[in-house]
């Protein structure tokens, strides 16, 4: 019963920090210090990655027909008048264009050195020390654009650079642990002149593929057999993540029309300082 509640807060904490700018990995880093699963390294590895999948899936629900293309009612822009072509949306399928161009950085870098980096990169150095930097850059970059007026506001007047501008922002959290997906996206869209609203939208479509990518990834490197213990923790967590996640993404969506990312930069740089005073404690990282 203890590994079904431990399942139970790792879901938890995966649904609330995988949409917060505030990194996942930093969290999940701290709570498996104190709440271990008893399952071997290999699995405790998949099974970080996905339960995912659960919070990819409030990403689908609650965005169901911002997302899917087909359809004859909705359908403002088809790509044509009569036949197939009626029940195509034009303006989803140049947005779903747009949001792979955006993981191809990431996915190169995913595919040819996830090893590498996990095995360099993810420790609670890298991830206090990403946390920080991170933190201070959105409280930079919120500074800096608090009196500007965004020039995009809406996802539909994205181009294809500006979808591959974020690709790149994304790469920075496939490569340094503790950055955050949503955070890096977020702010490097800010940065580049994008509205919260619009970044933050850009930022839930794209981890669709990304997530779905990510643990597909992972599920094909397992060596291991899965036992029906490890299967139901895998169960328990990733329902727990989704139904976190919904009442978390609709949440996000009505802060950031009111306010600003700045708090959730402070609150970076003081769990990257927590976490750097707990391994010099020698509590974390042994």
């Not at 501008?165 to 997906?181: C, E, K, Y």
């Not at 955070?183 to 990304?210: D, H, M, N, Q, Y």
């Not at 919904?246 to 976490?275: E, P, Q």
Request: proline letters at 2%; hydrophobic letters at 55%.
């Amino acid at each position: 019963m203890w590994d079904y509640f431990v399942a139970f807060l790792f879901g938890l904490v995966e649904g609330v920090t995988e949409w917060l700018p505030v990194s996942s990995t930093g969290h999940m880093i701290l709570l498996n210090e104190f709440f271990k699963l008893n399952v071997s390294e290999e699995f405790y590895d998949l099974y970080l990655v996905v339960i995912q999948l659960g919070a990819i899936m409030a990403v689908v629900i609650i965005f169901w027909w911002d997302i899917w293309p087909f359809g004859i009612k909705r359908n403002e822009h088809p790509f044509s008048q009569s036949g197939i072509g009626r029940y195509v949306m034009k303006d989803k399928f140049i947005m779903w264009f747009k949001i792979l161009i955006a993981c191809i950085p990431a996915a190169i870098v995913g595919v040819l050195f996830d090893d590498i980096l996990d095995k360099y990169l993810y420790n609670y150095v890298c991830v206090a020390i990403a946390l920080i930097v991170f933190g201070v850059a959105f409280i930079v970059v919120e500074h800096i654009n608090r009196e500007k007026e965004p020039k995009i506001k809406k996802i539909g007047q994205l181009n294809y650079g500006h979808a591959f501008a974020i690709g790149l922002f994304q790469l920075l959290a496939a490569i340094f642990p503790g950055t955050s997906r949503s955070g890096s996206t977020i702010v490097g869209s800010i940065a580049i002149g994008i509205s919260r609203e619009a970044a933050a939208k850009f930022t839930f479509f794209l981890a669709i593929p990304v997530m779905f990518g990510a643990s597909l990834l992972k599920i094909l490197k397992y060596d291991g057999n899965c036992t029906i213990h490890e299967i139901a923790l895998l169960g328990i967590g990733m329902v727990t993540a989704f139904a976190v996640s919904m009442l978390i993404i609709k949440g996000l969506m009505a802060f950031i029309k009111k306010h600003s990312f700045t708090c959730f930069g402070w609150y970076r740089i003081a769990l990257g300082i927590l976490v750097l005073a707990l391994g010099a404690a020698g509590i974390i990282g042994k």
